[in-house]
Structures are given as C-alpha cells and as structure tokens.
C-alpha cells in the first residue's frame, strides 16, 4: 500500500469512544477504543458483503506502524485477533479497495461491553445471549468450563482468565459448528489463525487448573452471518463450570 494511502486512516471517525460493541464499518469509515486494557483482548472482524469483494481493515495502536488484516470475502466464520494493546487507544479502519464491502467489528475484554452475568460452578447450563457476558470465580483443582449450541448455527465464544502464556497471553476463542471442523489441541489440524480451537460440532470443553481466579466468557454469536430476526429464532447456547 502506497504511503500515501495513511492519510484516510481514522479520518472518518464514526465510532469515537467505542467499547467494542458490535459495530458495522462502511467503506472509509474508523472506530476508536481509547484507552484499550493492558491485558489481553479479543478482537473479531468479518466481511459482510454481498459480493465477492475481499476487504482489509488497517489497525493502529499508539504510534505503531498500522497493521493490515485480510478480510475475505464470503467466509462464515468471523477472523480473530488476541493482542495485548497494553492501554494504548486502537484504531480499526475499513480501508477495502471496493466501497461496498462492510466489515463488522467486535471486540471484548474485562470491563468493555455489557456487565457479566454470574455463571456458578456447580456445573448449572447458563443461557448466554449474543453479546453477553458471564463471570465466575474458579476453585484450585482441576475445572471444566463447557460450551454447548443449542442450534447447528455458527457460535463463536471468547474467554480470559488464568496464568498468561509464553507470549503474555490469556484469552482464547473458540468457535462451535464451525465449518473449519474440529482444529487446535487434541486433533490433528492446527486452529485457524487468532483461535484456540474450533468444534465441527455444537459442544466443546476445556479443562484447566488456574487456582482460585476470575473467568470471563463472552458470547459474539455467529458474527453477523445471520440476521436480527434470525438469531432471535434460535434457542441460545449455554455454558457451563463445574469442577473435575
């Protein structure tokens, strides 16, 4: 991309105190989260165009060289990115070659979005809604924290919580009835870039030992694949905690 082309980043600021909300950029068009956590975050993004036009979104963060992300066209399951923008504002920009190419955005992290819910751990299937929250406080032994769709619709879930891996990191996404099959730890096929696993069916669980902690689970839905009326339809997943 032409250096040039720098000057439409953020220009067009639709969305100035963004709390990463879902939220639909047109061509051009910027969103701000200002200040981001200095923790883990989750931030998915999806191209929604009716035509087969491949969009981009443009990421900047401080005073960072913006970072290009691919957003193909047709897909079904939302991209992902997990970073640590370490308080930094975060600026998304729709900066597709085409104007009829929207890209959805969302984005979560403790703090941001709606107020979690309670989910006990007594293992009790917590309904979640799209864009909801849950919260909960682990035990120290071995937990299981389960996620189960009550529709063969796409459901894509993130967490985060317990000890930061290698690379600073303590979120996951995970996405049920994917059409990328079952990926990540325990199969075979490596998960698509920015999740922990993916499901071909409609249940996964994931076990942990972190200690007494604080877990967050929030629900993106199917992204915006289908619409308002259509996952209104359909019965909502559930999540459950229990100890092993």
């Known amino acids: ?29 910027s969103a701000t989260m200002s200040p981001t956590s200095n923790g883990s975050m989750i931030l998915a ?65 403790p703090g941001y979005g709606a107020t979690p819910a309670t989910l006990p751990i007594t293992g009790e299937p917590v309904a979640v809604a799209v864009y909801g929250t ?11 924290l389960g996620f189960q769709a009550n529709s063969s619709g796409l459901c894509l879930f993130a967490f985060i919580g317990g000890p930061q891996d290698k690379s600073g990191n303590n979120a996951y996404a995970i996405a049920l009835n994917s059409p990328c099959g079952d990926t990540g730890p325990g199969t075979v096929t490596p998960a698509p870039e920015g999740y922990y ?20 689970v929030a629900y993106f839905g199917s992204g915006s694949v289908a619409s ?15 100890p092993m």
Do not use: C, H
Request: proline letters at 7%; charged letters at 10%.
């Open 197 to 216: 696993a993916t499901a071909g069916g409609n249940s996964y669980s994931f076990n942990f030992n972190w200690g007494t902690a604080i877990v967050y």
């Open 1 to 29: 991309m032409p250096p040039s082309e720098f000057n439409i980043l953020g220009q067009s600021l639709v969305e100035t105190n963004w709390n990463g909300s879902p939220l639909t950029l047109a061509f051009r068009d």
């Open 228 to 242: 308002k009326s259509d996952k209104m339809m359909i019965s909502p997943p559930t999540v459950t905690l229990e």
């Open 45 to 109: 993004y999806q191209n929604t165009s009716q035509f087969n036009n491949d969009g981009r979104l443009s990421l900047t963060s401080g005073g960072s060289q913006p970072q290009f992300l691919r957003a193909p066209a047709l897909l079904m399951q939302p991209m992902v990115v997990i970073n640590n923008w370490q308080g930094s504002n975060l600026t998304l920009t729709n900066i597709s070659a085409v104007a009829a190419t929207p890209i959805w955005i969302a984005a979560y992290g």
């Open 134 to 144: 849950l919260k909960a406080i682990t035990v120290p032994q071995w937990m299981q």
